[in-house]
């Protein structure tokens, strides 16, 4: 396949979702690189990097995937706070925690584009690890909590009341 | 002490002492750190941004000089006042905006502010007069360290402190030296220079963050990555950077006093003559003048003035600024009348005669 702009061979085939419908792009690597380049600089002006991020980060991904995977990997969810991958790529902003290990695989080619690393180093926390990922998983039991409330299932509640308060009382 | 206090403090940021300071303005260190147990902000709902500054204010009040800290319930706050906290630099554009329960402990020097319920659940900065990161970072690890005894934060193994956005994760900290490149922008040399900060992955912002313009020739400069690399490391990629730049600006200002000192004593003697003179101004040009004439004062070009007061007529000129220190809401152009009349009071030596100096 030859590339839109000019008679060399095709070798990025972008999907670009951020403008609504799915929109096929077949470029040759010099029309790629202007074309993510340029419609990267475009926002970067008036609005927030998130959103700068979001954009870029739809580019990259769309690099090589057909918008059939692409649309599954956005329905990925989380089962902490239950939002999908494509809330996060559409606002820039992450729905808790728990995000970074649910969409762990989506999310690490973005790290690494970003920061060019995978690992902290430097500062922890004192009191570190132990517990963290408990605490995070309140945020869940206390979703399904309302959840049953508003079920009218209050036996569920109940059960959920008393595994919230233990984590909260630092037990396990 | 009350948020009244603060409209005729001069802001640490301002005080234009510090090593540097004719070209540094502010040194500056933030963390962005969360709540283990709660979803980001843009997932919570009203209650947990509730729970949320109520767990956050009660470590934040708990720090050992607390009784000098102002908090401040930014939901419940005029509009006037968040947007004179803005100019302070001590909230956040998103933060004055936003809804919801959120908030903003200042300390009464203005050296430290911990936003609570912006894009993060807690967002700590100091500021320091002048290129000094080493106490900027002293301070703030030590806040970050008491908060962390009372709290959980979110935090991974392998990285680090987790944000709302994937682009602060690991070390959630922001170094940024705030600099006035007057002469960079007159030689057209700052393009360059920018293009080869981002080269090395740093980020130039203007006065007021993300997306403003760069009012007055100011500019932030800021590590772009926070991962990967130690609190320690991103304050030296920071500070090893600026003795270049500030270089060059010196370059740029010798090069211009000597290829055309007529063109720039003009330049500066004009901007000084306009600023004592007008009888109304906007904002903008104020900022662009005041650039020249602080530029000039810096040079010896203009002997009567003082770089403390110049650096506060930058932020007291702000529309919220003069609406607080005149006491009422004003319109856009009663604004600029009466900020015309405050350059006037501050810089000509004969109106300032009769009224009160001021606050220099």
Known sequence: ?172 | MQLEDLTFNDSEWLRGSGPESDIVISSRIRLARNLADFPFISRATDQDRIEIERALKGAVLGLSDAKELIYVDVAQLPGLDRQFLVERQLISREHAESRGARSVAIDCGEKFSVMINEEDHLRMQVMQSGLDLRSAWERINAIDNHVEQKVTYAYHDRLGYLTACPTNVGTGMRVSVMLHLPALVITRQIEKVFRSLQKISLAVRGLYGEGSQAMGDFYQISNQITLGRSEEELIKQVGDIVPVIIEYERQARNFLIKESQENLHDRVSRAYGILRNAQTISSEETMHLLSSVRMGVNLGLISDLQIPLVNSLFIHTQPAHLQKIRGVELSSADRNIERARYLRRHLSPDENAENHSGNN
Request: hydrophobic letters at 30%; glycine letters at 6%; charged letters at 25%.
């Open chain 1, 1 to 172: 396949m030859k590339c839109q702009h000019c008679d060399k061979p095709a070798t990025f085939h972008i999907t670009e979702l951020t403008s609504g419908k799915p929109q096929e792009l077949h470029l040759c690597e010099d029309h790629a690189r202007e074309y993510l380049t340029q419609s990267n600089a475009e926002p970067a002006s008036a609005t927030s990097m998130a959103s700068v991020l979001a954009h870029q980060m739809a580019q990259q991904m769309a690099v090589g995937q057909t918008a059939e995977e692409l649309a599954q990997l956005d329905q990925t969810a989380c089962p902490v706070c239950g939002i999908t991958f494509y809330d996060f790529r559409s606002q820039g902003r992450l729905g808790c925690p728990y995000d970074y290990i649910a969409f762990q695989s989506q999310l690490e080619p973005l790290i690494l584009n970003v920061h060019g690393e995978l690992e902290h180093v430097g500062k922890t926390p004192s009191r570190s690890g132990k517990g963290t990922e408990e605490r995070t998983q309140l945020i869940r039991l206390r979703r399904e909590m309302a959840e049953a409330v508003r079920a009218e299932e209050y036996e569920r509640a109940k059960e959920l009341r008393d595994k919230i308060r233990n984590i909260e009382a630092g037990g396990s």
